[in-house]
């Protein structure tokens, strides 16, 4: 069973840092295209960042030169290190990722993960 935990957020001030890491686990074959999504209360949820297995990455407008995602493949988890960071970075970020599970001919398929609180306030 393929599961998403995603780790480190918490409490920070603005300008400050935090690196959110998410580890797949279970029967998995492969990870392809992996990434962060946040939402606030009362707002829709929102690409972060995303990165495929190749190292590809894309960022949007509101994080970019702040936050840097990453991966390690052989790990099958996926980093989102978080500079700078402003009291509208505050929501609940969580991971996503296509992955392939049990043996090498099944599909990719879509994975949440449950979810972390990043708060930043002074």
């Known amino acids: 069973q393929v599961q998403l935990v995603e780790s480190g957020g918490g409490l920070v001030q603005p300008g400050g840092s935090l690196r959110l890491s998410c580890a797949a686990s279970?029967?998995?074959?492969?990870?392809?295209?992996m990434g962060w999504y946040r939402q606030a209360p009362g707002q829709q949820r929102e690409l972060v960042a995303n990165?495929?297995?190749?190292?590809?990455?894309n960022y949007a407008d509101s994080v970019k030169g702040r936050f840097t995602i990453s991966r390690d493949n052989a790990k099958n988890t996926v980093y989102l290190q978080m500079n700078s960071l402003k009291p509208e970075d505050t929501a609940v970020y969580y991971c996503?990722?296509?992955?392939?599970?049990?043996?090498?001919?099944?599909?990719?398929?879509?994975?949440w993960g449950q979810g972390t609180q990043v708060t930043v306030s002074s």
């Open positions: 996503n990722a296509d992955i392939r599970s049990g043996r090498f001919l099944t599909p990719y398929k879509n994975y």
């Open positions: 990165i495929t297995r190749g190292g590809i990455t």
């Open positions: 279970g029967s998995i074959v492969s990870t392809n295209t």
